[in-house]
């Protein structure tokens, strides 16, 4: 890599968690009095994601002019399929929560090079927790080094899913529920980082976004995690669909033999059955309020 490759990374890494935390502290500026509403699919939208995006997608298009904007709440002009770095923003995830006063959002921000995580930085504003990574630089919580927890998946663990009552669940996620102890705080960006801090040992999402994801993925892998498809293919390169917005489905755990010891059966309604393995200590302390749901 030339000096000037390392100085625009360095640049691309400190720009992105700067970012990060300014949206938060625009996001509390419109905590428990964010102007809602409602777009064409039903999702819920607030002025605060207007105006968090449209703050990082300027600060971006200053510092990085040739490199590509897509966001959650619009894409940029930039054509992402010709850009070697592409960022990707989500200014509120976890609106849901945030327009109803809730904590359990976060402020995320994903660079990929060539479809590629690259670098991210997911700010939770409530906790002042700033998770960040780059590749070949490992990944943080503030200024603590994060790997993924290396304990066996047990009838302690702790997994994050989706309501189980849609239908178009995978049948696996029948098992989990059986197994372990369901948690969802609200913010798919933060569940990611949660397993990097080893919090938390699976999550699983079958409609989420590029944006939901891009930030928080180099935050798991720097941190020795998995992140897959839910057939197990690498979920990465992201593809022209998914940076316009196609849905993806995602496997996310602490490292691959977890995903190799938990049950997964993406084209079946069949029953599993998941050997039993010695339940191992979690990490605790989440620091800040959360939203939780608790199962088994």
């Known amino acids: 890599m030339s000096a000037d490759e390392r100085m625009g990374t360095a640049l691309r ?16 500026e419109h905590f428990h009095r964010a102007q ?9 939208v607030t002025d605060a994601d207007l105006a968090i995006q449209e703050d990082m997608a300027a600060g971006i298009a200053r510092a990085f002019p040739d490199d590509a904007v897509v966001g959650e709440e619009g894409a940029s002009e930039a054509n992402p399929g010709g850009a070697l770095y592409s960022w990707v923003l989500d ?17 995320s921000i994903g660079v990929l090079r060539n479809g590629q995580p690259f670098a991210g930085a997911v700010y939770d504003p409530v906790s002042r927790w700033l998770f960040t990574a ?12 994060l790997r993924t927890r290396t304990a066996p998946l047990g009838r302690g663990s702790l997994v994050s899913i989706r309501t189980p009552l849609e239908d178009d669940v995978p049948a ?32 699983h999402d079958h409609r989420a976004s590029l944006w939901d994801v891009a930030g928080a993925a180099p935050v798991l892998l720097e941190a020795g995690g998995v992140l897959t498809t839910t057939d197990g293919a ?11 917005g ?16 938990c049950p997964r059966l993406p084209r079946s309604r069949s029953r599993v059955d998941c050997p039993p393995s010695s339940t191992g200590d979690f990490a605790d302390g989440l620091v800040g309020a959360v939203v939780a749901i608790e199962a088994g």
């Open 13 to 28: 890494e400190r720009l992105a968690a700067d970012l990060a935390v300014r949206g938060g502290r625009l996001a509390l």
């Open 36 to 44: 809602v509403s409602w777009k064409p699919d039903g999702s819920m």
């Open 91 to 107: 200014p509120v995830d976890g609106t849901n929560n945030f327009g109803r006063g809730l904590p359990g959002f976060s402020v």
């Open 134 to 145: 780059c590749v070949g630089r490992g990944a943080w919580l503030n200024d603590r080094p």
């Open 172 to 203: 696996f996620v029948e098992e989990w529920l059986r197994r372990y102890r369901l948690r969802r705080f609200g913010s798919t960006a933060l569940h990611l980082c949660y397993v990097a801090l080893g919090a938390l040992d699976l999550v």
């Open 234 to 244: 690498p979920l990465f390169p992201a593809t022209a669909a998914e940076l316009a």
């Open 246 to 261: 196609a849905p993806i489905a995602f496997l996310a755990a602490t490292r691959a033999a977890t995903l190799r010891r």
